[in-house]
Structure formats: structure tokens, C-alpha cells
């Protein structure tokens, strides 16, 4: 079956780069996606890349995406406090139609 | 800029009381999505909707879950006799239509739910 893996906690100082590593299983995985949640508030969409790209950029975000391991990162650059949140890895399968989501990394920023 | 909106923000029940948790999806949206996420776990699938039929459910989605599009905007996740492991957080989605980046889900605010 799917299944989507991601660090549980990961804690960066203020000004640092922050990267995010998610790890899925299934190859059909069409789109990846990455997915904010800040404390009691809902799931914000950060990015996506689609299977056939390496990587993606976005302002302070880079996607990375290694098919061959099924390996997925997230780098933040300049990480502020604000980017204190559970970031989701995604896996989107056509077959599926639905999204299966990873456990989630908790990011602490330091002030 | 368009957002899918849920309502109400947290509920709270009684076990076997039924629930019915409201959404409304980007206007121009197809598909439709509910999932849910218990405290401190994964966020699972329930079921995916379209052209005013399931288009697929999960394990979870029993007999104790239905969805409907009752008009053109809401689109509403009932559960009839709620269950004390029915507490969760329960987001409503929407996408346009698969192919063509449409997969891209749009995701509410969330409605907490607590069954006492």
C-alpha cells in the first residue's frame, strides 16, 4: 500500500535554511505536494511538483524530487519564525484519485 | 483570491448523536474531498466526490458516513451515530479536474469535532 514517511521534528535557528525530507513508495505518484499547518488552522498548499520535473522553485521554497529513490525535500531559505508549522508531504495517484498525506514534520524556528 | 470555507470551526456532541459538518467548495471546482485527522496522526482520505456520486471511499467511510451536495455550493459529510473515536479534525477539499495540474486539492479551514 502507500506510504508516505517524513521526520517527526526538526528545529533550525532563525536565518538558517530548513530542509524537510519525505520518502514515499508508490512510483505512479503523479504530483508531490507540500502543505502548511499552523497551530489549530487548516492546510495551507505551499507547493507541488509534478513527477517528470528534478525540481521546483518558489521564492524561499525548493522542491526537490528524487524519483529513482522516491525521495522528496522541501528547503526553506531564510527561515523566519513565522514558518513554524507541521509541513505534509503529499503523494497524488490518478488511479486513487486521492491524496495520500505523510505524518508531518514539526518545524521549530529559533529565535 | 477563492478559498473553500467549512462550517462551524468546532462541534461538540454526544456519542450517538448525529453530526453534519458543512463545506463549500471553490465555485468552479469538480470534485470534492472529505479527510480527517485525529490528534497527533496522519490526515486520511475519506471519500472523494463527483458529479453528485462517490467517486471513491476509504476503509473508514462506513455506513455511519454519508456525503451531499444538497444544492450548487455546499457540500456536507454527515455521521449518524457518532462515536467517541469519531473525534477529529475534518477538512473539506476541492480540485478541479484531474489532468492538467487539477489535482492540485484545496483545502478548508477544518472542523473540529469533539464527541463526548
Known amino acids: 500500500g502507500e506510504d508516505v514517511e517524513q521526520s517527526l521534528f526538526l528545529s533550525v535557528r532563525e536565518g538558517d535554511s530548513s530542509v524537510i525530507n519525505c520518502t514515499y513508495t508508490?512510483?505512479?505518484?503523479?504530483?508531490l505536494y507540500w502543505y502548511k499547518q499552523e497551530p489549530g488552522a487548516g492546510l495551507q498548499l505551499l507547493t507541488y511538483?509534478?513527477?517528470?520535473?528534478d525540481m521546483k522553485q518558489d521564492q524561499r521554497l525548493t522542491v526537490l524530487l528524487n524519483k529513482k529513490d522516491k525521495h522528496l525535500s522541501l528547503r526553506i531559505a531564510d527561515t523566519q519564525t513565522g514558518d513554524s508549522a507541521i509541513y505534509f508531504c503529499?503523494?497524488?495517484?490518478?488511479?486513487?484519485?486521492?491524496?495520500?498525506f505523510g505524518t508531518g514534520t514539526r518545524l521549530t524556528v529559533i529565535p | 483570491e477563492p478559498e473553500v470555507t467549512q462550517t462551524p470551526s468546532h462541534q461538540v456532541t454526544q456519542m450517538g448523536q448525529e453530526v453534519i459538518l458543512r463545506c463549500v467548495p471553490i465555485s468552479n471546482h469538480l470534485y470534492f474531498y472529505w479527510y480527517r485527522q485525529i490528534l497527533g496522526q496522519k490526515v486520511e482520505f475519506l471519500v472523494s466526490f463527483y458529479n453528485n456520486e462517490i467517486s471513491e471511499k476509504s476503509e473508514i467511510f462506513d455506513d455511519q458516513f454519508s456525503v451531499e451536495r444538497p444544492d450548487g455550493s455546499n457540500f456536507t459529510l454527515k455521521i449518524r451515530s457518532t462515536k467517541l473515536e469519531d473525534s477529529a479534525m475534518y477538512f473539506c477539499?476541492?480540485?478541479?479536474?484531474?489532468?492538467?495540474?487539477?489535482?492540485?486539492?484545496?483545502f478548508g479551514p477544518g472542523t473540529r469535532l469533539l464527541v463526548l
Open positions: 508508490d512510483s505512479s505518484s503523479t504530483y
Open positions: 477539499a476541492s480540485s478541479e479536474e484531474p489532468g492538467l495540474a487539477g489535482e492540485t486539492q484545496y
Open positions: 511538483i509534478f513527477s517528470n520535473m
Open positions: 503529499a503523494e497524488y495517484q490518478t488511479g486513487a484519485n486521492n491524496l495520500f
